[in-house]
């Protein structure tokens, strides 16, 4: 099983829609958890943190369930600039040091 | 301010030649030292990483291996590469919190 887990899509939306993608991890141990975004051919960038209580960020919400070991993105008023993949990522501490564990990505299109 | 070099940002390699990508931080002392592979329409696979100067955990077995010579400097070798090492190469660093990035380096082994 791998230790997080997305569905790759693609999220195929018209601008202005809401789009949801969930993650799942399977460490409990998991510390701290973000989603990053990476467009094509690109380094991955932080797109924000994800905590117990949901945050949100602009036109951006995200959501943990440490119980279900769930992890959720919501977008809400798509852009054309949204398209990218989106990485699902946890923060796993280790006796060396703590390392990111990153998903496979789900692509997201929006289109006009 | 921190900031993170790697290079080169493309490299095309003939198969069972050498290999060495280099990456440097500045601005901050003792980051945490990590190189990732992504392979074409895949996710980041973390190979490598270091917290501190000649201390290197390895993730994956294969025919790569990292350095650490100086605190801010991470180097990925290879003795000879394969068709599969194949792939876009990233350097990150963290110190207590989120990762920064590299830009990467495409390569590709014909």
Known sequence: ???????????????????????????????????????????????????????????????????????????????????????????????????????????????S | SQTIHQWPATLVQPVGSPLSLECTVEGTSNPNLYWYRQAAGRGLQLLFYSVGIGQISSEVPQNLSASRPQDRQFILSSKKLLLSDSGFYLCAWSRGGGYTFGSGTRLTVV
């Not at chain 1, 949100?56 to 398209?83: C, H, M, P, V």
Request: aromatic fraction near 12%; glycine fraction near 6%; charged fraction near 20%.
């Open chain 1, 1 to 111: 099983r791998k230790e997080v887990e997305q569905d790759p899509g693609p999220f195929n939306v018209p601008e202005g829609a809401t789009v949801a993608f969930n993650c799942t991890y399977s460490n409990s141990a998991s510390q701290s958890f973000f989603w990053y975004r990476q467009d094509c051919r690109k380094e991955p960038k932080l797109l924000m943190s994800v905590y117990s209580s949901g945050n949100e960020d602009g036109r951006f919400t995200a959501q943990l369930n440490r119980a279900s070991q769930y992890i959720s993105l919501l977008i809400r008023d798509s852009k054309l600039s949204d398209s990218a993949t989106y990485l699902c990522v946890v923060n796993l501490w280790t006796e060396y040091g703590n390392k990111l564990v990153f998903g496979a990505g789900t692509i997201l299109r929006v289109k």
